[in-house]
């Protein structure tokens, strides 16, 4: 296959055991991927077709290196508004962000909602949330998009990137026009690395679901209301170049991408930064569901306590925290209609909640640095006995870290609120521990989380953490 971008040649041959960010973060976009609904790659394909453009723009090195991580990063935020999406429209937020991608105008936004909204409700109760959602359109829509783009720009600066790409991630929704969101900017006024992004997005979109003429023309259409007039020839000349659409598909692409120099920019992935962008991550995941706050870094820190007490070396126990930190990170591609009900999952809901540590792995073992790690947080759901899931591993096949993760995760889940009860009081959460400490959990792993707690001046029985918590009882001892 031949590129048109000389930039996106290989990089030099580096030590296998050198992590490089673009491969780092273009692999965990994947998980954004998972949340906004989109077909697997859908930031990476983003990334390369804003390049091409960048190519042809001639940006300067620095600018291009921003822009190659505002690409690969513009959906940081999308996990913080699911929750409110599915609230608001009684809908599912995955299928109803995959849907929204392709709204270009207030008619089809109409169209949209009432396709999207209050799906499987009464004809009465779908009429009540029609007129609530229609009546406040414009608001409800400015509220979503700027949690999305505040959150996910925040979350960029945490990661250390410019404020050029968090002021990209930040204005990714606004219009040439005036007529996005959050501020409803216009022309010039909206970051360039904006510009390129929303309508790297866009082209993606529509050139996957209808082909590459279609991504063009739709770019046209929309030049001087939603794009800026003067980048659409640039992005339809790239679209329109002969053997674009088998570029953009080539499963190369993804190798190519993560290979270009951009991706060295910054500085290099050490223990110190791959810390941080495990934490920022798990603000990611964490945002998806409001039962699920603080819970990443909580698991973190049972799991480092219980490694403390098991006496792992300070390499070990920090390769355990950074796993505990992503270890659901495949929640993002699982439903807030599911994750956030408040009676018992069917066994359909609950076949699907099951493939979430599928979906982690898919995106851990991405990275090649991190497929050990992906084994262990993907088996945070397995039991001794072998009743567990996904992949039902028994004791003979789940290692001591796999324990350690299962029994953190699930103390954090008992002792935090759930959709469907209250948080557990300590004194409860151990008698339920108790009864599964052999079938379950390991009884030593489990030993060691209490003599932790013991030795941190756990709060009264009668007290318990901060609402978080994502640990999933099986269907039939769930109650209402």
Known sequence: ??????????????????????????????????????????????????????????????????????????DLGCSSNAARICQLYLTDDLSFKHSFKTVSGTRQGIEFLLRNTALGASPLQKLKTLGHVIARNGQLAGELIETRCNRGAGIARQMRFSEDVAEGIASLDEHWDGGGQPQGLTGAAIPLFSRIALMAQVADVFAASAGAEAAAAELEARAGSWFDPDLVPVFT????????????????LEAEVFATRHARHIHPVDEDYLDEIARAFSLVIDAKSPFTHGHSQRVARYTGLICDQLGYSPERRRWMVRGALLHDIGKLGVSNTILDKPGKMTEEEFALMKQHPVLGHEVLSRIA??????????????????????????????????????????????????????????????????DLAGPGIDPECYAALQDAVTASGWPSASDAPLPGGEWELPPAERSA
């Open 1 to 74: 296959m031949t590129r048109q971008d000389p930039s996106f040649s290989p990089a030099r041959a580096t030590p296998q055991d050198t992590l490089q960010l673009g491969e780092l973060l273009g692999a965990l976009s994947h998980a954004l991927d998972l949340t906004e609904g989109q077909p697997k790659g859908h930031c990476v394909r983003c990334c390369w077709i804003g390049m091409q453009v960048a190519r042809e723009l001639e940006m300067p090195p620095q600018a291009r290196s921003d822009l190659y991580f505002t690409l690969l990063l513009k």
């Open 369 to 434: 640095a991190f497929r050990e790690l992906a084994e262990v947080s993907a088996a945070h759901h397995e039991r001794l006995d072998g009743k567990g899931y996904p992949y039902g591993l028994d004791a003979s096949q789940l290692t001591q870290e796999m324990r350690v993760m299962a029994v953190a995760d699930i103390f954090d889940a008992l002792t935090a609120d759930r959709p469907y009860r209250a948080a557990l009081p300590l004194e409860k959460t151990y008698a339920i521990m108790d």
């Open 237 to 252: 000349a790239v679209i329109r170049r002969p053997g674009f659409l088998q570029e953009l598909t080539d499963p190369g």
